[in-house]
């Protein structure tokens, strides 16, 4: 195994080819001779011989049980097989993955793989009949792919216009396959909010996005249970209560993602809104402490501009708006050594982009 890696890491991939063969007849557990056979197929391809490499991942593929190879062996075969031209026989491989594995991670992209292939050709029809088959086949409906095939059933639907039978389908991920498992349940939800503010309905819009945020929570353990769209649903919220004219609804949706979403990417557009909507309503002392609190937490980004616009424009101040930002060493100032927040490594100094400065000047212990 090694004088193939060896090989391969060079190039040499006719001679890492012969040395994986080696390692193969040589292993003696089923999982290293796979391994080796499976490394083996991959060094045929790149050496040439596509035929070969096909056949020795039909082999894996074939072998049972079923090892940590088996999947990987008949995913790998049916593409080598499109790339090569053999249509048919690499489609219906893809078929056969999806209806045999598919709690597999390899099956969502099959199944993609496979209904590109329909829609490339055209033929919408067809592929909507796969798809609607594998909703009622109860190993699929069992899996963790079901969640797929109704989130692909329902963006043809909208493609195609059918928006009544688009909504059904998310719907069906939410109810069918929700958080914390369902792995569509946020995608499914913001789609319904799509639909709902692009036929007018704002409110339900803000209802579904409510519904994805009022998930989230928290945890002492290390990682997050927030989901991508979490933070952005919260900030959309107060957008639609903003354009609905609910202001004050639209600050405690800004205030929410503050609060619960400390790690966001949007909270520096969260204070710029909540700051124009106080405006708005004429609490111009609340908005230019937003304004000022975002251009000291945000060094650069399209918020900070703005804020920076607005205070210069309607917040009178001794101070311009343009020496609000973190604190920098300038040549020649002496500045204490930044004072670090308790388990992290952002400095309340802001130096974050300028630490080496910061701890040039920084004066030495006595």
């Given at each position: ?56 991942l039909d082999r894996i593929a074939a072998t049972r049980p079923v ?22 026989v690499g489609l219906r491989g893809l078929e056969r993955l999806v ?146 004219g609910e202001h004050d609804r639209a600050i405690d949706a800004f ?112």
């Amino acid at each position: 195994m090694a004088h193939g890696a060896r090989a391969s890491h060079a190039g040499r991939w006719c001679e890492a080819a012969q040395a994986y063969a080696r390692a193969a007849h040589a292993a003696e557990r089923r999982v290293d001779r796979d391994e080796a056979l499976h490394r083996q197929a991959h060094a045929l391809r790149r050496c040439g011989a596509t035929d070969h490499a096909i056949a020795l991942l039909d082999r894996i593929a074939a072998t049972r049980p079923v090892s940590r190879r088996t999947v990987r062996a008949a995913f790998d075969a049916a593409r080598l097989r499109l790339e090569h031209g053999e249509v048919t026989v690499g489609l219906r491989g893809l078929e056969r993955l999806v209806l045999q594995w598919p709690d597999h991670g390899l099956a969502s992209r099959a199944l993609w793989l496979r209904v590109r292939a329909w829609l490339d050709d055209g033929d919408r029809e067809a592929a909507r009949r796969w798809l609607e088959s594998l909703d009622v086949t109860p190993a699929v409906r069992a899996s963790s792919l079901h969640d797929d095939v109704l989130a692909t059933l329902a963006e043809m639907a909208v493609g195609e216009g059918r928006r009544d039978a688009a909504r059904v389908l998310l719907i069906r991920i939410v109810e069918e396959h929700p958080y914390p498992r369902g792995e569509r349940f946020d995608d499914a939800l913001w789609r319904l909010a799509d639909l709902a503010e692009s036929d007018g309905s704002l409110r339900e819009a803000i209802a579904w996005l409510d519904r994805l945020v009022s998930v989230h929570e928290t945890t002492s353990n290390p990682g997050s249970y927030t989901l991508p769209r979490h933070s952005a649903a919260a900030l959309r919220i107060g957008r639609l209560h903003r354009r609905l004219g609910e202001h004050d609804r639209a600050i405690d949706a800004f205030a929410r993602l503050l609060e619960e979403f400390p790690y966001s990417l949007h909270r520096d557009e969260a204070r710029l809104e909540m700051a124009e909507v106080h405006f708005e309503i004429g609490r111009s002392e609340q908005a230019c402490g937003l304004l000022r609190s975002l251009l000291a937490a945000h060094e650069v980004g399209r918020a900070r501009r703005r804020a920076a616009e607005l205070h210069h424009a309607r917040c009178p101040s001794p101070r311009s708006a343009r020496n609000l930002r973190p604190r920098v060493a300038r040549a020649g100032s002496v500045l204490r050594a930044p004072a670090r927040d308790s388990g992290s490594n952002r400095t309340h100094s802001g130096c974050r982009a300028s630490i080496r400065a910061c701890r040039a000047v920084a004066p030495s212990p006595a």
